[in-house]
């Protein structure tokens, strides 16, 4: 079980290992300087970024705008990043939760089930895969199509860029290399941010078919009278599954909340600025589609969030129906009771959040959408 746990995120973790994020006690000291040497090259490129904002006096509103976007997405980035140094152990434990043998599925429906969420893991690490990579190469290549080639970022250097040649593309290469970094290690947390809530909110479901089956199962290869006393033993593993699940979203909370407030945050800053590099392109031109791709992507990064945040939220809401909807009332007294405990438990409710502030739902996606929207409104009828 534990091998398709990691299956489901393979690719992601093969990325994380190769950069030293995926902790392993066994690393080399010259890892090490390696992980933390790309780390900081990277943050030295945002700084460079932000530096260049402030004393550069002559940019233009693309530019500055363009900064901005990158800035705040870069940001974000950076910042999501720190968790997998301070608490890297934790982290992937975390990650490697539901590869327990508690977990592992006993029957049909419950294979089926996780079988489905391995199969939606895995097809969202490619498809985010693909869209990164994409977004990297097109925002690499950009600058090749304009009439004088310049690079990909507009940054403060303690030297002459256009000195030689040699200078320029090693220059340009490193922002390529930065750009890459992002796709493949910041932006690669999203399908397993997610998708560990997916495999949460799966196993949710697998709970509630074994509370709403549970004479079922005690029956299922006898021909006999329900004997209590085993659906006794079959709910107390329920409680215990329930209670797993509880620890694993606890544990989920602290290690990702402060990834995920940091690209919420992130995300929406970046939205709004792209909403404001719209207003100052004219249509179908190269930067309009370039913003336009842009907006999406930044977009689907807090769609992925939000779409299983509520998926998680719904499973544990209808935990209560299902046990309603099962033969409760064939039960003892002692058995009703504990289910009504399980009932009145799930009155609480598992929702995804940023930072442990912002809860990630539908609402919240479209109302950042909204909002993003009202403004692009708001400058074109000042423009």
């Known amino acids: 079980m534990t091998h398709s746990i990691t299956d489901s995120f393979s690719l992601i973790i093969t990325l994380f290992k190769h950069v030293g994020l995926y902790h392993d006690s066994n ?17 030295l490129c945002i700084i460079s970024v932000f530096i260049n904002l402030v004393v550069e006096k002559n940019l233009d509103l693309m530019q500055i705008n363009q900064m901005f976007v990158f800035l705040a997405e870069g940001t974000a980035g950076c910042l ?56 990297a190469t097109w925002w690499s290549v950009l600058p090749f199509f304009e009439s004088k080639l310049r690079l990909p970022l507009s940054l403060w250097l303690p030297y002459n860029v256009r000195s030689g ?70 709910l107390r593993r329920c409680v215990i599954h329930h209670n ?21 945050a992130g995300t929406t800053i970046a939205l709004c600025y792209s909403c404001i590099g719209l207003t100052l392109v004219s249509s179908f031109s ?33 935990l209560m129906s299902a046990i309603y909807m099962g033969p409760w009332y064939q039960y003892d007294v002692k058995i009703r009771r504990t289910l009504l405990i399980i009932m009145e438990r799930s009155k609480i409710p598992l929702i995804l959040t940023a930072g442990k ?27």
């Open 286 to 318: 190269m930067e309009f589609a370039t913003y336009i791709i842009t907006y999406f992507i930044i977009a689907f990064q807090l769609f992925f969030y939000c779409h299983f945040g509520t998926l998680l939220y719904e499973e544990n809401s209808g």
């Open 27 to 43: 690393q080399s000291k010259f890892f090490k300087i390696w992980t933390y040497s790309s780390y900081f090259l990277t943050v």
């Open 80 to 135: 999501k990043i720190l968790p997998f140094f301070v608490k890297g152990r934790r982290i992937k434990e975390c990650i490697e939760f539901f590869g327990d043998d508690c977990f592992a599925p006993k029957h049909h429906e419950e294979k089926r089930i996780t079988e489905n969420c391995f199969r939606v893991c895995k097809r969202n690490v490619k498809i985010y895969t693909v869209i990164v990579t994409f977004t």
């Open 165 to 234: 040649p040699v200078t320029f593309y090693a220059t340009y290469l490193y922002t390529v290399m930065v750009a890459f970094y992002f796709a493949l290690v910041s932006e690669m947390m999203e399908p397993l941010i997610g998708g560990l809530s997916y495999h949460a909110a799966s196993q949710i479901k697998i709970l509630k078919y074994n509370l709403q089956h549970l004479i079922e199962k005690e029956t299922e290869n006898q021909f006999c009278r329900v004997n209590f006393e085993n659906v006794s033993e079959i």
């Open 357 to 383: 502030v912002i809860n990630l739902t539908y609402g919240t996606f479209t109302y950042v959408l909204k909002t993003s929207y009202s403004l692009v409104a708001v400058l074109n009828n000042y423009s």
């Open 244 to 264: 797993n699940i509880l620890h694993f979203f606890s544990e989920y909370e602290n290690c990702f909340s402060w990834c995920i407030f940091c690209q919420t």
